[in-house]
């Protein structure tokens, strides 16, 4: 296999640079669509052993028989990622702000690929094709292995402290006028954000409709003690943002990837007769490594909790004023 893989690179280091990006950018690309739409896995093979396999790849090819150095490995193996990456603009697979989030363990493990082929390609080039064939054939093997795999609950925990009574608080928790427009960098990406809130009766079964510039949370109220815990699920949620592209993308982890379960928000009288609010959100995300999105996810929804906070202590604060 390693002789027919040399007649097909050409012997012009140009030529056989460009070869070996062309041709580690198609299967990588082939292999991400598979993963994305036909297994529908959003996981370790794409985020993990993808770009190990576009750094370790390229520099295999391209140094086959063609000592290289570690600086060309590294560059090869980042021209190969530029190129995927563009591919995946170009063809509206991916938009702008999911490939600026993945960018960090991208570039990473493109790196170390870079650095597994340098390493294979100097202390045992036998070796390569096998390699090649085992990052191929693991990447839609890990997606299958992963499409199984259960979610896990977490929650996120935002508070802020209003100068208001609880009862004050409390009208403006469970609904609240429209926002300022947002002066966060990343809610100007496409990011959704909250707009409003209406509720539509009172008490135990009440539907509240958190309304986000994508579409709105229905939340049917699960728990209503007023004045110091309201508590709903969520069973329709909209798109989590709008993807910044060249053209209109509906990419399938716009849907049902990022799943909001519940919420409350609790009040709590402190001694200075102030308020302690606190809002919580549980959720999970079918996008793998967990520990590597839950780190975005977490910050995103803090940022939305505080949008929300910073609005509602500003309106109980304001009533309370006038009524004073």
Request: charged fraction near 15%.
């Amino acid at each position: 296999m390693k002789e027919q893989i040399e007649k097909i690179l050409q012997t012009n280091d140009k030529k056989r640079k460009w070869l070996a990006v062309g041709l580690i950018v198609f299967i990588s690309g082939l292999l991400t669509l598979w993963g994305i739409y036909g297994i529908g896995q959003y996981g370790i093979a794409l985020f993990i052993f993808t770009p190990l396999f576009i750094g370790a790849g390229s520099t295999i090819l391209y140094g086959l028989k063609n000592k290289i150095t570690y600086k060309q490995a590294r560059q090869i193996g980042f021209l190969t990622l530029g190129v995927y990456t563009a591919g995946l603009l170009i063809f509206a697979i991916e938009g702008v702000i999911c490939i600026a989030m993945a960018a960090p363990i991208g570039v990473l493990l493109t790196w170390l690929g870079s650095l597994i082929g340098y390493v294979i390609n100097n202390k045992i080039p036998n070796n390569a094709p096998t390699t090649m064939l085992f990052l191929i054939g693991i990447i839609p093997t890990i997606a299958f292995i992963e499409k199984d795999s259960e979610p896990i609950l977490v929650s996120v925990v935002t508070s802020i402290e209003i100068n208001a009574a609880p009862q004050t608080v409390w009208k403006n928790v469970i609904e609240f006028p429209q926002l300022d427009e947002p002066t966060e960098f990343i809610f100007k990406t496409g990011i959704a954000y909250p707009i409003d809130a209406t509720i539509e009766g009172t008490g135990v079964g009440a539907i509240r409709h958190c309304n986000f510039t994508t579409g709105s949370f229905v939340e049917p109220i699960t728990v209503w003690d007023e004045p110091r815990l309201l508590k709903f699920d969520v069973i329709e949620q909209p798109e989590p943002m709008k993807e910044l592209s060249f053209w209109d993308i509906d990419a399938p982890h716009l849907h049902d990837y990022f799943v909001s379960k519940q919420g409350q928000f609790k009040l709590t009288e402190l001694p200075n007769g102030n308020t302690l609010l606190e809002g919580t959100t549980w959720y999970y995300h079918n996008i793998q490594p967990a520990f590597y999105w839950q780190l975005w996810s977490d910050h995103i929804i803090h940022k939305i909790h505080e949008r929300v906070l910073i609005h509602i202590k500003k309106n109980a604060e304001n009533e309370k004023k006038a009524v004073v």
